[in-house]
């Protein structure tokens, strides 16, 4: 490390430098991907549609994740059919808040499908071709949505705009999915 000359201490720029990695490190590279500018907060208006339970929550603030309301979303966001949870991937969580801020933070986003356990993505690829093996529902990182007012290729749309994974428009079925895989639309 560089050392000032004169007390010993680290280069003014070499510390600002320090200083902003730090910062990066304690919460901006959850963004991994997302191209997204660092927030004071992050917010979500959540809609199951299956079980009609609404979370309206900030889950991040300060630098940090709120425990209470990422429990809360992740609750939200289990597999309705079986009941089971999974922890949802932040980056996904990123993403919702940004298409949140997108849509307009009063509108709520209407979950189709959040988490899915293997066994009713299992059954749901016996009955839909459209039902990946592999499915990111499987792994938190997946989400079907709606926004009332908006079409779906309005939603798919924005979605492509945010470049924050996949955007599948289903427009037979009134829904868009976005995951916080590869960037690719179909």
Wanted: net charge positive; with cysteine.
């Amino acid at each position: 490390m560089s050392r000032d000359r004169n007390d010993g201490e680290p280069h003014p720029v070499r510390r600002r430098l320090l200083a902003a990695c730090a910062g990066l490190a304690g919460g901006a590279l959850l963004a991994r991907g997302l191209h997204a500018a660092p927030r004071r907060e992050r917010h979500v208006n959540l809609l199951n549609l299956h079980t009609d339970e609404r979370v309206r929550a900030t889950f991040w603030a300060d630098g940090r994740f709120d425990p209470g309301a990422v429990a809360r979303i992740h609750h939200l966001l289990r597999d309705h059919r079986t009941g089971e949870q999974h922890p949802i991937d932040p980056d996904l969580l990123v993403l919702l808040d940004r298409l949140q801020s997108a849509v307009g933070r009063h509108r709520d986003i209407h979950v189709v499908s959040g988490y899915r356990s293997p066994r009713t993505n299992a059954m749901l690829r016996k009955s839909s071709n459209g039902v990946a093996k592999r499915s990111l529902h499987m792994q938190g990182k997946a989400i079907d949505i709606r926004v009332p007012h908006l079409t779906t290729r309005q939603l798919f749309e924005i979605g492509k705009r945010l470049q924050g994974g996949g955007v599948g428009l289903y427009p037979e079925s009134a829904f868009v999915h976005l995951d916080t895989g590869r960037v690719r639309y179909w």
